[in-house]
């Protein structure tokens, strides 16, 4: 099994619509909780950073950790073209950057 | 501010063959890291550095060593490339070794490396 699972998709969803995208994961003393978008043919970019459970929001992203299901989401609001990417989860215990663990990240597509 | 920058774009090597790739980041970063994706496999630690002079494995080091000898370079070199090192290779800096919805890591736009 590995430590972080996501569908890898692509996911297709019309513009407009409310995106959710996920992770699930094993190990139990992760609490560090990152989402990463990645355009075509470019490095990762950090979008979201949470610590520990609950809701964070920015925008129209919303990130939502629930540890004790080891289960975290995005939702993108009021989707829009520009928002078609993979999008990578990251985690870690201990917020150093040589210990997060990335997740092989889910492709979405916005249709206009 | 360049940021990140990552030199070569593409590389096509025969096995067995030796190179370097470049990484560069021109904002006084302290942390420096090496990631390979593949697909399905997300991203996986090569090597990192704390700053200069400073090294030490990640996940998959076997193949490939680091050195930095400043704060802005970091190269990563391939020493016999294997059809197994096919990959893109992504850079990353950030201020710190930890992070945060301020202090991140910023990644290079990737070398696309091929190994016949």
């Known amino acids: 099994q590995k430590e972080v699972e996501q569908d890898p998709g692509p996911l297709s969803v019309p513009e407009g619509a409310i995106v959710s995208l996920n992770c699930t994961y094993s190990n139990s003393a992760f609490q560090y909780f990152m989402w990463y978008r990645q355009y075509s043919r470019k490095g990762p970019e950090l979008l979201m950073y949470?610590?520990?459970?609950g809701n964070k929001e920015d925008g129209r992203f919303t990130a939502q950790v629930d540890k004790s299901s080891k289960y975290i989401s995005l939702f993108i609001r009021d989707s829009q073209p520009s928002d078609s990417a993979t999008y990578l989860c990251?985690?870690?215990?201990?917020?150093?950057?040589?210990?997060?663990?990335f997740g092989p990240g889910t492709r979405l597509s916005v249709l206009p | 501010n360049a940021g990140v920058t990552q030199t070569p774009k593409f590389q096509v090597l025969k096995t067995g063959q030796s190179m370097t790739l470049q990484c560069a980041q021109d904002?006084?970063?302290?942390?420096m890291s090496w990631y390979r994706q593949d697909p399905g496999m997300g991203l996986r630690l090569i090597h990192y550095s704390v700053g200069a002079g400073i090294t030490d494995q990640g996940e998959v080091p076997n193949g490939y060593n680091v050195s930095r000898s400043t704060t802005e370079d970091f190269p990563l070199r391939l020493l016999s490339a294997a059809p197994s090192q096919t990959s893109v290779y992504f850079c990353?800096?950030?201020?710190?070794?930890?992070?945060?919805?301020?202090?991140?890591?910023?990644f290079g736009p990737g070398t696309r490396l091929t190994v016949l």
């Open positions: 904002m006084n970063h302290e942390y």
């Open positions: 990353a800096s950030s201020y710190s070794t930890g992070s945060s919805s301020t202090d991140t890591q910023y």
């Open positions: 990251a985690m870690s215990y201990d917020n150093y950057g040589q210990n997060f663990v």
């Open positions: 949470t610590y520990s459970s």
